[in-house]
């Protein structure tokens, strides 16, 4: 079996859909699924094709943002900052969090 992922924008734009690690993960874990190939859009005029395996063994695994706003894992060290300061000062203003510390 393949998979294809494909996102779109509001405005019909295909964008980056690679499956995050998670997903490949309990896609992995699945008993009765067995993915040869998974094809994703990866910006409006291109597609990806890649083995299933080759995505689930990468060391370039990709986070959702919702994951990582979920679990509180930044995607660089700016966000990094920002969390940092929202679980300290979870009533700090937006303004606040805008400023260098």
Not at 15 to 37: D, F, G, T, W
Not at 81 to 100: A, G, I, V, W
């Amino acid at each position: 079996m393949d998979l294809m992922v494909v996102r779109l924008s509001k405005t019909g734009v295909m964008n980056m859909a690679a499956p995050c690690q998670h997903c490949l993960k309990q896609l992995s874990e699945a008993r009765y699924v067995s993915i040869k190939n998974v094809y994703y859009s990866k910006n409006s005029e291109e597609m990806v094709c890649k083995k299933f395996e080759e995505l689930v063994n990468s060391d370039d695994k990709f986070i959702s943002s919702g994951y990582r706003h979920r679990m509180g894992h930044p995607r660089n060290p700016e966000e990094k900052r920002r969390f940092d300061t929202e679980k300290k000062y979870p009533s700090t203003t937006k303004q606040n969090l805008n400023r260098d510390v």
